[in-house]
């Protein structure tokens, strides 16, 4: 059972310290969020889910991690300077400015309802900064609006440096930043997130195939960190609105407590980054005056060792957001349950992978030295299996501790208690059962590996 509205994740965030405005205390800035204990936490567990399952489970992708800035021709010839924009119009009422792709009705303003609106202007989506000491305007840089291009002017280096062959993929998570118009929706569309993204480079001919085997592989990824097929849609994009670079693209939709929205983009770009950094590396040589590369056409060009063909690969591209990633999540374990005579509890169904706390130890009596330090001594010991987080709690009553567990999606809780005493006994309690076992305690190590691994 999802949550009913976004407000009900926002305060579940805030509460149990999953993620706060940025700056809050300053007054926000909009569209920025911080990431908090458990946040981080769960983001983390994501991406090593994400990474896992494209770098570790495969073995024809190697990952990388670029800089986040870039000597500015790359976003020059990627056509990002020139393209990468949004349509502006401003209500000249109310003076809301809006996304006009976005808009409820375009011709009616979203705020007042006002039909008086200036027309479309083009708003540049990069965030600019400086490197260096001077300040005159021509040291600036853009911050990356997507992982993407890191990854293709990387993309030779990476074949060199390993024995790579076509087809194999490059992947990517790091942090992009657009300028929204209209930031809204909490983690969904932000300034700043995360961004999970995987090129792979294929022989022209062969795209098609890989299209379809990438859509069907990421679908069944994100089903594997708890979101159900019901609540998840392939979106194509229509033909005659694709992205400058695109033969074919679409969207993996979830259905966000907002509506069915774009989780994942699945591109097949073509040969066209890899295409226009190369024309560049010409054009380049000659402005910089250096050394004419004859072959400088040909230098992001594949040559295949068995054919000796040579070309320039082909791209498809899966772009995953973290943060529209984290709420799905959220959302899709958030539930409600009716325990009857009047009482319910909130838990959070996370994926046990995914939890961000993976076993809380509690000592049932906060005053008992013996109880407390034995407690203690198992928080130690469980950590040590590198297995994730392990929390000693030793806060509350046990059924607050219980009911704060279930609310951040602890799978399991190990009690501590006065029969530990007598017979080296403890108490496992499971989340989504709330079942109670009683284990020895010299066996919880190989409880949690079996619960966590099987
Ligand atoms: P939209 O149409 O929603 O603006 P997009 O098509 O521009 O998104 P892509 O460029 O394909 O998005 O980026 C890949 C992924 O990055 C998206 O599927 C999404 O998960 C994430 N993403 C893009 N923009 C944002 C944003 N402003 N905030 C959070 N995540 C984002």
Known sequence: MPAKSMEDLVSLCKRRGFIFQGSEIYGGVKGIYDFGPLGIELKKNLRDAWWGAMVYERDDVEGIECALLYNRLV????????????PLVECKKCHTRM???????QSKCDNCGSTDLTEPRKFMLMMKTNIGPVDDGSSFAYLPAETAQGTFINYKNVVDSTSRKIPFGIAQMNQSFRNEITPRNFLFRTRQFEQAEMQFFVEPGTDEQWYDKWKEARKEWWKEQGLSEENMRFEPHPENDLAH?????GDIEYKFPHGFDELEGIHNRQDFDLGSHTKAQADFDIQ??????????MKLNYLDPQTNKSYIPFVIEV???????IIAVLNEAYTEEDLGDGK???VLKLKKHLSPIKAAVIPLARNNEEIVEKAKAMKTRLQKLGLGRILFENSGNIG?????????GTPLCFTVDFDTLEDGTITVRDRDTMEQIRIKEDEVEQYLINYLKG
């Open 245 to 249: 670079y695109a033969k074919a693209a």
């Open 75 to 86: 976003w020059k010839y990627s056509g990002h300077e020139d393209t990468f924009s949004d």
């Open 288 to 297: 910089a005056n250096v050394m004419k590369n004859t072959d400088s056409n």
């Open 400 to 408: 607050k501790a219980y009911r704060r567990h279930d609310e951040v």
């Open 99 to 105: 996304r006009q792709d976005k808009m409820k009705d």
């Open 344 to 346: 319910s509890r909130l």
């Open 319 to 325: 772009a995953a957001g973290l943060n529209r990633g």
